[in-house]
């Protein structure tokens, strides 16, 4: 798996291609093969089982993960001249969050996009957010990610959040 590749399925975040709908397609299958799986490792679960996945799920993983494949891209030169050092996943996410300000445009929108839904998602979710994704940390895709995936589980505000 390339460095780009690990960034973006380890980013999981927020801004998907296609909007959540009230009964998100990957709720019954993350629930079934991942349950108790870390915010951050969902997408690679999922993945791991997509012979077995609902079809609806497969499509919704095949957007999420072209979307993720092209911040990735946006944010190659970013990584190898800001983090070159840091290992792949989130160690990279954080330590491009750590440059926001000096990232090239098209990287900075991703993150730009990240905070917001994060930002959007608390506003909506409220109690939601500790309820169902305790230690999830804002700002870094993973609240997003927990939401969607437990969307059965929110309230009907956090849904339409969604």
Request: hydrophobic share 35%; net charge negative; aromatic share 8%.
């Given at each position: 798996m390339s460095t780009a590749h690990r960034i973006a399925v380890a980013a999981i975040v927020g801004t998907l291609a296609a909007p959540a709908r009230a009964e998100a397609p990957c709720v019954a299958d993350a629930k079934r093969f991942c349950d108790g799986t870390p915010a951050t490792q969902l997408v690679s679960c999922l993945q791991a089982h997509r012979p077995d996945l609902a079809p609806a799920c497969v499509q919704r993983l095949e957007r999420v993960l072209v979307f993720f494949q092209t911040a990735a891209s946006d944010c190659r030169?970013?990584?190898?001249?800001?983090?070159?050092?840091?290992?792949?996943?989130?160690?990279?996410?954080?330590?491009?969050?750590?440059?926001e300000?000096?990232?090239?445009?098209?990287?900075?929108?991703?993150?730009?996009?990240?905070?917001?839904?994060?930002?959007?998602?608390?506003?909506?979710?409220?109690?939601?957010?500790?309820?169902?994704?305790?230690?999830?940390?804002?700002?870094?895709?993973?609240?997003?990610?927990?939401?969607?995936?437990?969307?059965?589980?929110?309230?009907?505000?956090?849904?339409?959040?969604?």
């Open positions: 030169p970013d990584a190898f001249e800001f983090c070159r050092e840091a290992g792949p996943g989130m160690a990279m996410i954080d330590c491009l969050r750590a440059q300000g000096k990232l090239t445009p098209r990287c900075q929108q991703f993150f730009d996009a990240v905070r917001g839904r994060d930002e959007s998602l608390q506003r909506a979710c409220g109690e939601d957010v500790g309820r169902v994704c305790p230690g999830v940390t804002p700002g870094r895709g993973e609240l997003w990610m927990c939401l969607w995936l437990n969307g059965k589980d929110v309230s009907p505000a956090c849904q339409a959040g969604l």
